[in-house]
């Protein structure tokens, strides 16, 4: 299962990814936010789903909002969480293959609807490979760890 999430920016680029998601039958589930006039805090939304996935009741996310940046920078302070803002195809299938990425964020004031529904395709069918790239991944949560608190 899929969480998706945007900021008022966001919210139209994600209306046409869930209406994709609907037509290749992905299933998913939409956190929010739920217009695009009323002004909210993307890295509200972007917690939404970086929690859906960190605690595994969803096995990967999409979140958007004007630049993808804020709502990355927000989902990617989650322990577990590695979101990759992806802006071409071969970035898409590269935060997959290489980085192992759980979370894909977009711009939505960066791409057009056309390249956005191809960086979702290409991100949901590439594979992390492994391999000396695990090694790499691995150390992700060996930073994590590092700079961890207690978290109550
Ligand atoms: C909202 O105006 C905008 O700042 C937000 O969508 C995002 O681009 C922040 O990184």
Redesign the pocket.
């Known amino acids: 299962m899929l969480a998706i999430a945007s900021?008022?920016?966001?919210f139209d680029l994600k209306s046409e990814i869930i209406e994709h998601l609907k037509e290749i039958n992905v299933p998913f589930e939409d956190l929010g936010t739920c217009d695009c006039t009323t002004?909210v805090d993307?890295p509200d939304f972007g917690l939404k789903v970086a929690e859906a996935v960190a605690s595994g009741t969803h096995d990967r996310g999409i979140i958007i909002?004007?630049?993808?940046?804020?709502?990355s920078?927000a989902a990617n302070k989650v322990p577990g969480i590695r979101a990759a803002l992806c802006t071409d195809t071969y970035m898409a299938r590269m935060s997959r293959e290489h980085n192992d990425a759980n979370v894909l964020a977009l711009?939505?004031?960066v791409l057009g609807v056309g390249l956005a529904v191809d960086i979702v395709d290409t991100w949901l069918n590439a594979s992390f490979v492994g391999g000396r790239h695990q090694r790499r991944v691995d150390k992700f949560a060996d930073i994590e760890t590092k700079y961890s608190k207690t978290h109550t």
């Open positions: 900021d008022h920016a966001g002004s993307y909002c004007g630049t993808g940046i804020g709502i920078i711009g939505a004031r």
